[in-house]
């Protein structure tokens, strides 16, 4: 049932942001906006003591992590190499949230 409330919600999110794409100052991925939006209140939840789904949670996390590194690499200067950014970044973004998630655990 969970994932049927998240496939719900990213619909819902980039559906939002993809109609408001023509109204707001700067450009916005409606997809990632959906799936960030998505997570971001999903840890909401989990912050304030709801179940949450966590193997859902960390999908949806490791996305976000490698949609980042994929934004970010298109703007990478051309001296620079993508695939050390991307070896770089994306380990530690999935470090990073695995700590987030242990970090609510214990405290």
Do not use: H
């Not at 450009?27 to 999903?42: D, E, F, K, N, Q």
């Not at 193997?55 to 490698?66: D, F, K, Q, Y």
């Amino acid at each position: 049932m969970f994932i049927v409330i998240t496939t719900i919600s990213i619909v819902a999110i980039t559906g939002l942001v993809w109609g408001a794409k023509k109204i707001l100052p700067f450009p916005v991925c409606p997809i990632c906006a959906g799936v960030s939006g998505t997570w971001l209140w999903m840890l909401g939840l989990k912050f304030l003591g709801y179940p949450v789904d966590i193997t859902i949670l960390t999908m949806l996390l490791g996305g976000s992590v490698v949609g980042i590194a994929y934004q970010v690499e298109k703007r990478l200067p051309d001296n620079r190499s993508p695939l050390l950014w991307k070896v770089l970044f994306i380990p530690l973004g999935f470090v990073t949230a695995y700590m987030e998630e242990k970090m609510k655990k214990c405290c």
